[in-house]
């Protein structure tokens, strides 16, 4: 909260405009650096082939690597 008290204050002072933003899907915008695999979600699976996984293209809500992977798209 200091952080954007004193960004507004800079930004006052040096009649400076501000802009806030948000970025909507932010995570599956990212593409992966590594492979990542998942399973088939349930009710998705074909008769016979419920045994294979899919390998991902881009990143996925709730992956342990999209805020490291948006960080760095940002960068």
Not at 12 to 20: D, I
Not at 49 to 67: C, F, H, I, T, W
């Amino acid at each position: 909260m200091e952080t954007i008290r004193l960004m507004t204050a800079i930004t006052n002072y040096n009649n400076w405009f501000m802009y806030q933003m948000d970025v909507k899907c932010a995570f599956l915008n990212d593409l992966l650096d590594e492979e990542v695999y998942v399973a088939q979600p349930l009710g998705f699976s074909e008769k016979g082939q419920e045994s294979k996984v899919y390998k991902l293209r881009n990143a996925l809500y709730g992956l342990k690597q999209d805020p490291r992977a948006w960080n760095k798209r940002i960068d």
